[in-house]
């Protein structure tokens, strides 16, 4: 009675808590809070690095100007050392002048040697290291320019030139002057066309050299026979020949453009065009961009039109290779004064209406625009690293500018837009980011990666989530208590196999089955849920002492082996639905059963043994647990005395489940598969296993795909730091990232809507 007053109520101190139980309850509600702003902060802070990676993607270009080369009187072109440190200009006489382009000293010159042909035309290509020299008598000397690097014993660095000329070779006819001149340098060959002056205005001519090599390296040039090029044209107005020296475009004065292309000593009309509509449309300006397949043309009006190269089909279902529009850039704002491309990317310089745009071909983006200077560029040459451009204005002054574009191929239209890129046969998305061929353009569209992740999700989610739910459904309401201590377990270390692992087994044995067994197996996943349903039906229409026989929660083992029966069944008819209606005519002529083949000369779609079905199975194997275990609790927790109110009403044990318990469950089923469907996105080591994990944009369940966590995971150690494929990774990143959020945060306003409409008061 010590713990009692007298009149018989406990002491107050029974109801005190204890000083040290409410320190703990503080600390633990500061440690709480602590963490949810922690791992808000994270998430944030994630997101920022993320962002902190893209956003130099969509940035513009930074063009300063340099120093300028003080005037060289009488220049009519110029040429640069890689390194920009030594320029030299061409004057009418051909001779050359090398100066510093710091201080504009003087460094060498050099003169075409004594008793030479008097110089009539010349161009200079500064990338190829060449200037071509035509003479009055139809001739053409090569001049090959190099630089030699030295350093001092201070560390300062000096680039000294180097003159060599060739033997002048008869290109035109003789007795007549060269006034203007064009060359192309291939692996194995160069052709050098010439305009000379003509009865009827002027003519081409043209002459190809062939290298050949030896055991010990040394160079062999054959020279051919000098032809006529466009023989039928009296006066072209401009020739453009590609690095390929195998063709030829030329610019008539009408503005009509004929595509001549051959090999030996002839070059055949193949192609002619107008790339700009109109009868009076004349191009003003048109250059090859890097690469030689595109062809960039301006117009006296300020229109601006993109051709290529590019596969069109023919009536007979081949392919060849024509010059077509791909490209309408808004226009400019004057007359095309002339078109420059850069070394090594597909940016372009033009100069018209007294402005400098320096243009991204693939993507259309103007990356920079600026004041063009007094004087139109008369030549612009950019450096190797596209790190500067120079340009020879009309007084003599070699004008200089320093370029800070780090992703002159980035854009929002090149991630996520329809790009026609060089030779496709149209607008597409493609992801492709490395190659093994020269003729290689990066292209960073994510479109497929996302089309591919939503795919595989999508599969994942159909075979999982209908396994999952009813599962849960089941073990909560119809399993036998203590079968359910054993089952739910079961599925909770089942949801701890790696991924890897089940990536590995998808890929070298689940796939291989699949493939030589699609047809048993298809028939057999058609006939398994109306088993399961009629045996269910047929369960339930036997009498009731029948039924009796069967322990609550075991009715499921008079079921399995009618379903059993039936999955066996439609699995041994696989190969006679195969020979029945899949057969096809192989090239012999024989008919064949063979599901694979069929479905690809009857659909045109592809078929790849590691296709989605494959990785739907393997994703909703690893979803299936993750989903059971949240449903199963959220139907487990729904309070007993709802249940045994709707039973005590005479609702079945079917109405309550579907009415009742579901219903008060569901914003917890909604958050399992929420759940579900985050790991069926962020899966990668399944995707990269189990299918062919290329970026292809298609329907066919047969065919594999690229999800953006599997590309990261591909692609990201050797994406080099910095560049623009390092940073599209980021961006895809950041993309699944915007992705998983904006679902889930829909799902949680959804999850409590039905909370609060379903609640239990």
């Given amino acids: 009675m010590a713990d009692k007053d007298v009149t018989g109520a406990p002491p107050e101190s029974r109801f005190q808590v204890a000083r040290g139980t409410l320190l703990a309850d503080v600390w633990m509600g500061r440690l709480i809070r602590t963490g949810g702003v922690g791992v808000i902060a994270a998430v ?47 004057m009418a006489d051909g001779s050359l002048r090398f100066v510093r382009t710091a201080d504009g000293s003087a460094v060498s010159s050099w003169t075409p040697p004594a008793g030479a042909v008097g110089v009539t035309a010349m161009r200079v290509q500064s990338r190829e290291g060449q200037v071509l020299l035509g003479h009055a008598d139809g001739s053409v000397t090569v001049v090959s320019v190099t630089f030699k690097v030295n350093f001092a014993k201070d560390g300062r660095r000096s680039a000294e030139p180097e003159v060599k000329a060739e033997s002048p070779r008869q290109v035109g006819e003789k007795g007549r002057p060269v006034t203007e001149l064009w060359a192309a340098r291939s692996l194995g060959s160069r052709l050098i066309v010439v305009r000379q002056p003509s009865a009827g205005g002027s003519a081409l001519r043209a002459i190809r050299l062939t290298e050949r090599r030896g055991l010990g390296g040394r160079a062999t040039v054959i020279a051919g026979e000098p032809f006529a090029v466009a023989a039928d044209v009296t006066d072209p107005a401009q020739v453009l020949v590609p690095s390929t020296a195998d063709s030829a475009l030329v610019i008539l004065r009408d503005g009509e453009v004929r595509a001549y292309s051959g090999e030996g000593d002839r070059l055949d009309l193949i192609q002619s065009f107008r790339p700009l509509a109109g009868p009076k449309a004349t191009p003003s300006a048109a250059g090859f961009i890097f690469g030689d397949v595109s062809a960039v043309f301006l117009g006296t009006d300020g229109r601006h039109r993109v051709w290529a190269l590019h596969p069109v089909k023919q009536p007979d279902g081949r392919s060849l290779r024509r010059w077509g529009e791909v490209r309408e850039p808004e226009s400019l704002p004057g007359p095309g004064v002339g078109v420059w491309p850069a070394a090594g990317n597909k940016c372009y310089l033009v100069s018209a209406g007294g402005i400098l745009q320096l243009r991204n071909l693939t993507t259309g983006a103007v990356r920079w625009e600026g004041v063009a200077p007094a004087g139109s560029p008369r030549q612009v040459v950019f450096s190797r690293d596209y790190d500067r451009f120079s340009a020879l204005v009309s007084d003599g002054r070699i004008l200089r500018w320093k370029v800070e574009d780090h992703h002159p191929d980035a854009s929002w239209a090149a991630f996520f837009g329809r790009i026609w890129y060089e030779g496709a046969e149209g607008p597409a998305f493609v992801w492709q980011s490395s190659s093994g061929s020269d003729e290689f353009e990066a292209k960073y569209s994510l479109v497929p990666l996302i089309y591919g992740t939503v795919k595989g999700t999508f599969y994942a989610l159909l075979f999982a989530l209908p396994i999952a739910l009813l599962a849960a459904v089941y073990v909560s309401q119809f399993l036998r208590p203590d079968l359910r201590l054993i089952v739910k377990p079961l599925m909770e270390v089942m949801a701890s196999l790696p991924s890897v692992v089940l990536g590995f087994l998808a890929g070298l044995w689940l796939a291989p089955v699949v493939d030589a067994h699609l047809v048993p197996l298809l028939c057999a996943l058609a006939v398994l849920a109306p088993a399961g349903f009629a045996s269910g039906w047929a369960w339930s229409r036997l009498p009731q002492p029948v039924r009796r026989r069967a322990r609550p929660g075991l009715e499921f083992l008079w079921l399995v082996p009618v379903v059993c029966l039936c999955v066996c069944a439609a699995w041994s008819l696989g190969p006679w639905v195969e020979s029945t209606f899949f057969t096809v005519a192989d090239p012999s002529g024989a008919v064949v059963s063979d599901f694979r083949e069929w479905w690809r000369v009857s659909t045109g779609l592809a078929y790849d043994a590691r296709n989605s079905l494959v990785v739907g199975f393997v994703m909703g194997f690893a979803v299936i647990p993750v989903v059971f275990t949240i449903a199963e609790d959220a139907l487990s927790n729904v309070p007993a005395a709802l249940t045994s109110g709707s039973l005590a009403l005479g609702a079945s044990r079917w109405q309550t489940v579907w009415r009742v318990v579901v219903p008060t469950a569901v914003s917890g089923i909604v958050s399992a598969v929420m759940i579900g469907f985050g790991r069926a996105v962020g899966e990668t080591m399944i995707v990269v296993m189990a299918t062919g994990n290329t970026a292809v944009m298609d329907a066919n369940p047969f065919n594999g795909m690229r999800t953006l966590s599997a590309n990261i995971a591909v692609e990201l150690p050797e994406a080099p730091a910095g560049h623009t494929h390092f940073r599209a990774l980021f961006l895809g990143a950041c993309c699944l990232f915007l992705l998983t959020f904006v679902l889930n945060t829909l799902a949680e306003i959804l999850r409590q809507r039905l909370r609060e409409r379903y609640k239990v008061v």
């Fill in 44 to 90: 944030v802070g994630m997101l920022v690095f993320l962002l902190w990676q893209v956003v130099p993607l969509f940035s513009g270009a930074d063009v300063s100007p340099l120093p300028a080369v003080p005037a060289q009187s009488g220049a009519v072109a110029f040429g640069e050392d890689d390194s920009g440190e030594v320029a030299y200009a061409a």
